[in-house]
Antibody, heavy 118, light 107 residues
């Protein structure tokens, strides 16, 4: 069964840092691009970042550029999102999603909640 | 970045109704357009990819059409399980973007 499981969410003060992880199973992780997508409370989906299968290409939304870093470990089948200089507006459920280049984000994790508050 | 605009934001409908949601892109995305369904407290689920291709396991009452900048998601006969939020998303540009969502409510 194809599965993605996020972890690492929690409460952090503004200006703080947090690292999210996404554990993949049931597919050849090293063959697929991966994304992070977030959803603030009561709001819509917002794309955060994408990393190619080999980590050669990385993209960020303007809202997180320079503060968030996406990375992956294909040997461990793990995706990461390192978040720093966190702001109140980064409060959201963060999802990781497997992307097929032609088919969109075909598999999603259950999400992990990040709360930024003083 | 490519902006995606959905309409309407909210839609009230009854079981059995035909429902159409529109998604417009600020520039052409060819047919690199996906639709997702999301229920409260759950992760999004892929329904349609490449504008009109049905994801495996998705009921045939769902269909997608369009290309370039104008797209539609149609539910031919709304079922109780379809009351949810729906999002379009372009993947023509490496900076992916979602529409703001359409909530389908019970009338």
């Amino acid at each position: 069964e194809v599965q993605l499981v996020e972890s690492g969410g929690g409460w952090v003060q503004p200006g703080g840092s947090l690292r999210l992880s996404c554990a993949a199973s049931g597919f050849t992780f090293s063959s697929y691009s991966m994304n992070w997508v977030r959803q603030a409370p009561g709001k819509g989906l917002e794309w955060v970042s994408k990393i190619s299968a080999s980590s050669a290409s990385i993209y960020y939304a303007d809202a997180v550029m320079g503060r968030f870093t996406i990375s992956r470990d294909n040997g461990k089948e793990l995706l990461y999102l390192e978040m720093s200089s966190l702001r109140d507006e980064d409060t959201a459920v963060y999802y990781c999603a497997k992307e097929d280049y032609a088919n969109g984000m075909e598999v999603w994790g259950q999400g992990t909640t990040v709360t930024v508050s003083s | 970045d490519i902006q995606m605009t959905q309409s309407p934001s909210t839609l009230s409908a009854s079981v059995g109704d035909r429902v159409t949601i529109t998604c417009r892109a600020s520039q052409s995305v060819s047919r690199w357009l996906a639709w997702y369904q999301q229920k409260p407290g759950k992760a999004p689920k892929l329904l349609i990819y490449q504008a009109s291709k049905l994801e495996s396991g998705v009921p045939s009452r769902f269909s997608g059409s369009g290309s370039g900048t104008e797209f539609t998601l149609t539910i031919s006969s709304l079922q109780t399980d379809d009351f949810a939020s729906y999002y379009c998303q372009q993947y023509n540009s490496e900076s992916r973007t979602f529409g703001q969502g359409t909530k389908v409510e019970i009338k």
